[in-house]
T-cell receptor, first 108, second 113 residues
Framework: DAKTTQPPSMDCAEGRAANLPCNHS???????VYWYRQIHSQGPQYIIH???NNETNEMASLIITEDRKSSTLILPHATLRDTAVYYC?????????FGTGTRLTVIP | KAGVTQTPRYLIKTRGQQVTLSCSPI?????VSWYQQTPGQGLQFLFE???????NKGNFPGRFSGRQFSNSRSEMNVSTLELGDSALYLC????????????FGPGTRLTVL
């Protein structure tokens, strides 16, 4: 599975959009980009995934560059409950390889 | 639909003992994967079961084993516990094997004294 690179931490003001970047320059054509988040000591929560096209669901939007070498997870209106570690994962097999993720802190 | 459940939620054992953790997947899900999370190593894949067969295995010693039952419930076993086995053990289920979305349970916190 391709490796991902994420900034270790980010802050975001409550109510503003949180944009979390992820680099996956060695991604293969059939590898999906998945995003999960983990709130302290809980199980990771699935957020969204995509292959080539941008995706949106009730939680977030996923923007994937045309060359697929990077992506951005967008939380449109961050709340204090969005404070968590966010993991960007690329995978083709059924096992997920988690990196160190980005610790997002939403500030009141 | 109920989520992934794991039992017990917390467990304390001593070195040398063995432990069995249980995972019940989301109804209809046939694949169960196990992960170990420690502060030093992060989240690491242990193994995956699908239709009672181990499909993938991570880089863990043979003391870590698992099985899956015909109703898709899964157990993992750790024998001869070591202090370094203290971790959060997470189970995730998906409908099938392959690149399918995995949904995680709350985890079992194992402490080895």
């Amino acid at each position: 599975d391709a490796k991902t690179t994420q900034p270790p931490s980010m802050d975001c003001a409550e109510g503003r959009a949180a944009n979390l970047p992820c680099n996956h320059s060695t991604i293969s054509g059939n590898e999906y980009v998945y995003w999960y988040r983990q709130i302290h000591s809980q199980g990771p929560q699935y957020i969204i995934h995509g292959l080539k096209n941008n995706e949106t669901n009730e939680m977030a939007s996923l923007i994937i560059t045309e060359d697929r070498k990077s992506s951005t997870l967008i939380l449109p209106h961050a709340t204090l409950r969005d404070t968590a570690v966010y993991y960007c994962i690329v995978r083709v097999a059924n096992n997920l390889f988690f990196g160190t993720g980005t610790r997002l802190t939403v500030i009141p | 639909k109920a989520g992934v459940t794991q039992t017990p939620r917390y467990l304390i054992k001593t070195r040398g003992q063995q432990v069995t953790l249980s995972c019940s997947p989301i109804s209809g899900h046939r694949s169960v994967s196990w992960y170990q999370q420690t502060p030093g190593q992060g989240l690491q894949f242990l193994f995956e079961y699908f239709s009672e067969t181990q499909r993938n295995k991570g880089n863990f010693p043979g003391r870590f084993s698992g099985r899956q039952f015909s109703n898709s419930r899964s157990e993992m076993n750790v024998s001869t516990l070591e202090l370094g086995d203290s971790a959060l053990y997470l189970c995730a289920s998906s409908q099938s094997t392959g690149p399918d979305t995995q949904y995680f349970g709350p985890g079992t916190r194992l402490t080895v004294l």
